[in-house]
């Protein structure tokens, strides 16, 4: 019988045809490869969480780093637990929807999970992203911690960046690193009467080997 992930390939390259060597053999990982971000640099072959309430920003730094991973010929998957992805504000924000494998859930977090750690296996993505912002927090901490330890150990010696985007901290001890957002205030364009929204800022820690260093970024409106 062939395993999940073998038979996943064989659908994918099928798909990809000619595009499936360039996607699928540049798997194994450098020492010390990241992913450039906004905020600074996602590692590659570990596990990010992104979290932090509605308006954040968030959905904001899943999208830039879908734009840099595309943009840079790489294979990317939406994991959308809640189907809240829009394509248009995506490619708007510059992701190449034609490198994007979106997973529609349905609101079923186990069966995102399953695709996560079906695809995470797979091989062949430079960035996996399974977005649970809009999932509730109390569904997110029901998550096992070995589902956590058992998707980093998946990407562990890969060029994927695993990012889990949430309301909060779910995976701990599993995750390289940690972003944690808020919105710190409104910019405006115009004076007085005539002032129009322009962007948010946001104030994110960056978490990394218990090391904390905060640092800004703004949210085009």
């Known amino acids: 019988m062939i395993a999940p992930p073998t038979l996943l390939r064989e659908q994918i390259q099928s798909v990809l045809g000619s595009r499936y060597g360039a996607a699928f053999l540049t798997q194994?990982?450098?020492?010390?490869?990241?992913?450039?971000?906004?905020?600074?640099?996602?590692?590659?072959?570990?596990?990010?969480?992104?979290?932090?309430?509605?308006?954040?920003?968030r959905t904001s730094l899943l999208y830039s780093l879908l734009a840099t991973a595309s943009s840079g010929e790489e294979f990317c998957t939406l994991l959308d637990t809640e189907d809240t992805f829009d394509p248009e504000s995506a490619a708007a924000a510059g992701v190449r929807?034609?490198?994007?494998?979106?997973?529609?859930?349905?609101?079923?977090?186990?069966?995102?999970?399953?695709?996560?750690?079906?695809?995470a296996n797979?091989?062949?993505?430079?960035?996996?992203a399974?977005?649970?912002?809009?999932?509730?927090?109390?569904?997110?901490?029901?998550?096992?911690?070995?589902?956590?330890?058992?998707?980093?150990?998946?990407?562990?010696?890969?060029r994927t960046a695993l990012v889990v985007v949430a309301q909060q901290i779910h995976a701990g001890?599993?995750?390289?690193?940690?972003?944690?957002?808020?919105?710190?205030?409104a910019l405006w364009r115009g004076r007085s009467s005539g002032c129009l929204l322009d962007a948010f800022?946001?104030?994110?820690q960056y978490i990394r080997n218990h090391r904390a260093q905060e640092r800004r970024f703004t949210i085009l409106r």
């Open 130 to 158: 399974i977005d649970l912002a809009d999932t509730p927090a109390k569904i997110v901490r029901r998550i096992p911690i070995a589902a956590w330890f058992r998707l980093r150990h998946a990407v562990e010696n890969t």
């Open 201 to 204: 800022e946001a104030t994110t």
């Open 173 to 185: 001890s599993c995750s390289a690193l940690k972003i944690e957002l808020s919105r710190s205030r």
């Open 122 to 128: 797979a091989g062949g993505f430079g960035l996996i």
């Open 28 to 57: 194994k990982k450098t020492a010390g490869e990241t992913l450039p971000s906004v905020v600074g640099e996602i590692p590659r072959g570990a596990l990010t969480e992104i979290a932090g309430p509605a308006s954040s920003g």
């Open 97 to 119: 929807l034609s490198q994007v494998l979106w997973v529609r859930c349905g609101g079923n977090v186990e069966h995102a999970l399953k695709s996560l750690d079906m695809l």
